[in-house]
């Protein structure tokens, strides 16, 4: 059962444009959403995340958009740089849940210069 | 922002033979770690919670005695992949997160492989 899904397995952008990357979740009790880039062979590093009292939430290139009466986020990098060429993950977790987090399958994003 | 190491890196061994990963939080303490296993082309799969000074609670399908986990300190889980075999040889990516605080940490991950 994956609660935490990413329809798109891979998304390619040009340089320079708007890269969107979609996450949905299945699971209403979910209350913090977090989304991780990660290169191959090394731990994820944390990007961004948002609280479900909020609908968006900045960070430079970075934003991340909540609209929980869809049960939908998604992360938008504006503009879009090769380095950002990764697989991005998107992640939920719930107050009370032992504070584990749930993983999405992943959106291998490539920036094209 | 925090560190969160995992040693080794990479490690190749013998099937049968068993083989320990540490994940250790560099500079801050963590009362629960998480053990996660990714196949490739899949998302990370969350093995087990590692609580500081008690036993570790495992997710469904994760057999406990094959995949020992201590968390001896509030700096330091290990992995113990007990009776390797080739089906094992997978990345193993642990976690932590600091007392007090939202933002969970990722070591680098152990890349193992079992001949």
């Known amino acids: 059962d994956q609660q935490v899904k990413q329809n798109s397995p891979s998304l390619s952008v040009q340089e320079g444009r708007i890269s969107i990357l979609n996450c949905d979740y299945t699971n209403s009790m979910f209350d913090y959403f977090l989304w991780y880039k990660k290169y191959p062979a090394e731990g994820p590093t944390f990007l961004i995340s948002i609280s479900s009292i909020k609908d968006k939430n900045e960070d430079g290139r970075f934003t991340v958009f909540l609209n929980k009466s869809a049960k939908h986020l998604s992360l938008h990098i504006v503009p879009s740089q090769p380095g950002d060429s990764a697989v991005y993950f998107c992640a939920a977790t719930y107050s009370g849940g032992y504070q584990k987090v749930t993983f999405g399958t992943g959106t291998k994003l490539q920036v094209i210069p | 922002g925090a560190v969160v190491s995992q040693h080794p890196s990479w490690v190749i061994c013998k099937s049968g033979t068993s083989v320990k990963i540490e994940c250790r939080s560099l500079?801050?303490?963590?009362?629960?770690m998480f053990w996660y296993r990714q196949f490739p082309k899949q998302s990370l799969m969350l093995m087990a919670t590692?609580?500081?000074?008690?036993?570790?609670?495992?997710e469904q399908g994760v057999e406990k005695d094959k995949f020992l986990i201590n968390h001896a300190s509030l700096t330091l889980s290990t992995l113990t992949v007990t009776s390797a075999h080739p089906e094992d040889s997978s990345f193993y990516i642990c976690?932590?997160?600091?007392?007090?605080?939202?933002?969970?940490?990722f070591g680098e991950g152990s890349r193992l492989t079992v001949l």
């Open positions: 590692s609580n500081e000074g008690s036993k570790a609670t495992y």
């Open positions: 976690s932590a997160r600091e007392i007090g605080v939202g933002e969970l940490f």
């Open positions: 500079d801050f303490q963590a009362t629960t």
